[in-house]
DNA sequence: ACCTGAACACCGTTCAAGT
DNA sequence: ACCTGAACACCGTTCAAGT
């Protein structure tokens, strides 16, 4: 047939990007397929190919929306001056937004990339920006002196936190965290900072 | 055809688990297929169905023997009898045995039962036992007084090591733990009990 | 009893052909 | 220019038929 032009390219692309995420939601990136994406928008599984260059495409393209989705959530307004409790709530909002979208939030750590290929640069950069929100908001609790020593903190920090999150959203460990993950990330913070002061590190 | 024999039911059943897992080293859960199974043992496709339910059942039998192989790992001898230094050992081993097994490791949070199948019975059996494992090395340096508040650092621990972990095997956020993984969980085990100590719980 | 291989219902991806 | 749909090379799983 050829030639439908019902929608514009622009409307094509979100309304593929739209139908994925909510196969993603329903069922982890095992649930997504291109057939079935094409079949829910009505276009033949070619079309996808016009639009993303292959799968991969399109996964990293909805995981880049998600972590600009965080980044703006971990943006908002800093709370509390005290500088432990802004930590505490970067953590708690970290936590907060994991949980609103489970799966999709499991799909940064479920889906790889095929052996060979690399993750595109602007992945990274995003990455990047979030590990500096972090340092930034850890840096006072500090004391600035160090760089390096925050930056490992900060990195301590982030993974401990996605440790808990991860356990407790792919549900497979969950009575690892059948405590909620709640506590244990606030009693992460709260008693790593304690040890930085008992270290002399803050 | 029918009927060869050539294996025992044992030996058949070996095989497959031995090829499986060498797939899985190779290219973790998306290089695994029931055909290239059969394909690398000489069997036919149908032939893995007389030994494992379905795919999820061989996976779950080559998490399994993972899991029983850190639990023999993590039971070596104590080393130092302090404390906190046999917690940190601990961490250690957990590290180093997933760093020798990587995608085999990585296995465990990559592979999710189909939505509505709960994992079995004897692998939450063996997660408990880690956990178990993890708490009473964690009680002597708390002291016994309240076995929640030990199980609770126990999973802040574990899952803080597991995220760790998991960030530096899955390569995928590489750069948020180039910073190789041991220094950042010496860093969290250590910085963690100094916390424990800073707030009166140990 | 054990194993095969055809069959069924799926995939991702490509690309000549149509409008 | 945009889209189709057949084609190719794969899947997981089942099961009648063979030895």
Redesign the interface.
């Known amino acids: 047939m050829g030639r439908r032009s019902i929608h514009t390219a622009e409307e094509l692309r979100e309304l593929i990007l739209q139908a994925a995420t909510e196969l993603i939601e329903?069922?982890?990136l095992?649930g997504l397929s291109a057939r079935e994406i094409a079949r829910r928008i009505g276009y033949s599984p070619g079309t996808l190919y016009n639009v993303f260059e292959n799968l991969d495409d399109l996964v990293l393209t909805i995981e880049a929306r998600l972590l600009d989705r965080l980044a703006n959530r971990l943006g908002e307004p800093a709370s509390s001056g005290d500088p432990a409790q802004r930590v505490l709530h970067l953590a708690r909002s970290y936590l907060a937004f994991t949980h609103e979208n489970p799966k999709l939030w499991n799909l940064?750590?479920?889906h790889?990339?095929?052996?060979g290929k690399a993750?595109p640069g602007w992945y990274?950069t995003k990455?990047?920006g979030l590990?500096t929100r972090i340092e930034e908001t850890l840096s006072p609790v500090m004391g600035t002196s160090d760089p390096a020593a925050v930056?490992?903190?900060a990195?301590?920090l982030?993974?401990?936190?996605?440790?808990?999150t991860?356990?407790s959203t792919?549900d497979?460990?969950s009575?690892?965290?059948s405590?909620s993950a709640g506590?244990?990330v606030e009693?992460?913070v709260?008693?790593?900072?304690?040890?930085?002061?008992?270290?002399g590190?803050a």
């Open positions: 329903k069922d982890g095992a940064l750590f479920e790889h990339m095929p052996s993750v990274q990455l990047d590990m930056k490992r903190a990195r301590v982030w993974a401990g936190v996605h440790g808990i991860s356990l792919a497979k460990l009575n690892v965290t405590d506590p244990l009693d992460l709260v008693t790593y900072l304690a040890g930085l002061r008992g270290q590190r």
